[in-house]
């Protein structure tokens, strides 16, 4: 029995309406295709850039913060920015009295700032929305996470449990759900469309999830946490303490095997542990957030201001190197290029560069006029190898790479190219003029 033509026509339209439907449906986006979209930059927190940052750099631009015209005081940053898909830099100041969210062109121009209350220090984008967490004070003290268009307008806030002042980040899955939480609460995952998809049963400092490929959540805090998708509580694990500490865990790291590694703050504790909690080793004379190279090598700078470079599989130091202390808490730690090159700035307003052996390539002092505590935040590398960098108590972003070639030089090294060219035009590849000796040629 055959159908009619009307028939595969209406079956046809059917399959057709499906296919056009089922993209419409879909609420959830990934992470931002931006070098760096959220802390760390990426899901797994490995603070490792694909790019190649700069070898011998200078200053490109200096964005001073005070020339925003906003309400409230001195304005600064004091931690790592983030980068939308067209090169903008996004970050959150940490003004006296009304914290701002803060774009800049890439040419180190303001784009939009915001007021927003008091802001957490990180951010967090996906393909078309910027997420960080911030606290009001309008009513009542509350907490929210907050996400606004790339052109800095609200689309919306959902309140987070709690109301303690927050010093954590949104993440961001591979299924698009935004997760964030505030100090001591629970952990919520939400929606792209600011609909809430659960709230975890755990309660804890929450710092910055990493999100493992298959989902999986791990967050430091009060304990280390995993936590699956469905906001379910796999395991945790106790922080190292003593009498009188008060320690928690910073944002941990995953490695692409999967390995996770978390360290402490006010008490040291370092560990190295599989995807189902097992410890694999521990350094109990290490703190700090780690970072994470592309041939599995372990960075952490701790309290002491000395970065370690760690073997994976025991967890022994291959090499140390006296940085100075880091950021707040070494919250943020070194950050690695393609090549394998460390960046670490520290808390006197030095940025620095080292060897993947641990030598040092060049260093930068960005407050030379300030003496003592400069706070800035660890570095990022953008797409073309240029670091940025959030200035703490100089009040200024920092753009740090190879400057351009200017238009004089660019047309006196085409003229020297054209000139070179004229004059080895007629030289084969061996350095022969003309026709080589016994060259073949045409048979008449």
């Not at 906001?231 to 009188?244: C, D, F, H, M, N």
């Amino acid at each position: 029995m055959f159908r009619s033509k009307s028939a595969y026509s209406g079956l046809l339209h059917g399959i057709c309406l499906v296919i056009l439907i089922l993209p419409a449906t879909r609420v959830f986006a990934q992470l931002a295709n931006s070098p760096w979209p959220d802390y760390g930059g990426g899901y797994l927190n490995q603070h490792r850039s694909p790019s190649v940052g700069p070898s011998a750099p200078q200053i490109l631009w200096a964005f001073d913060l005070q020339t925003i015209q906003a309400t409230g005081g001195f304005k600064r940053g004091h931690h790592q920015p983030i980068l939308l898909p067209d090169g903008t830099l996004v970050l959150n100041t940490a003004d006296s009295t009304n914290d701002q969210i803060v774009a800049i062109n890439p040419n180190g121009t303001l784009r939009w700032n915001v007021s927003a209350s008091s802001l957490g220090p990180w951010l967090a984008a996906d393909a078309d929305k910027i997420y960080t967490i911030r606290q009001t004070y309008a009513a009542s003290s509350s907490t929210q996470l907050r996400s606004v268009n790339f052109n800095g307008s609200t689309i919306w806030n959902v309140s987070l449990p709690g109301s303690n002042p927050t010093q954590n980040g949104p993440a961001i899955a591979r299924s698009g759900a935004i997760y964030g939480a505030n100090d001591f609460s629970s952990l919520v995952a939400v929606n792209p469309n600011g609909t809430t998809a659960w709230t975890s049963g755990a309660s804890g400092y929450y710092v910055n999830p990493a999100v493992a490929t298959d989902g999986t959540i791990v967050a430091g805090g009060t304990t280390l946490k995993s936590i699956s998708p469905a906001g379910v509580v796999l395991w945790e694990k106790p922080t190292r303490t003593a009498l009188g500490k008060f320690p928690a865990y910073l944002s941990p790291a995953i490695s692409d095997d999967g390995t996770i590694y978390a360290g402490q703050i006010n008490y040291p504790n370092l560990l190295a542990l599989s995807s189902s909690g097992a410890q694999l080793w521990a350094r109990t004379d290490l703190d700090g957030a780690p970072a994470i190279g592309t041939n599995g090598k372990v960075y952490v700078v701790s309290e002491s201001g000395i970065l370690s470079a760690l073997n994976p599989l025991d967890g022994s130091t291959l090499w140390t190197y006296a940085t100075g202390k880091t950021d707040y808490y070494n919250s943020e730690g070194a950050t690695i290029d393609a090549n394998g090159s460390l960046y670490v700035s520290n808390d006197q307003g030095v940025l620095m560069s080292l060897t993947p052996g641990g030598q040092l390539r060049w260093s930068m002092d960005l407050a030379p006029d300030i003496s003592g505590f400069v706070g800035i935040g660890a570095p990022i590398i953008g797409s073309s190898g240029v670091l940025y960098v959030v200035g703490g108590h100089t009040g200024k972003v920092f753009a740090i790479g190879v400057p351009e070639p200017s238009g004089v030089l660019m047309s006196v090294l085409s003229l020297v190219g054209l000139i070179w060219i004229a004059a080895h035009s007629d030289r084969d590849r061996n350095g022969y003029k003309g026709k080589k000796p016994c060259s073949s040629h045409s048979v008449q």
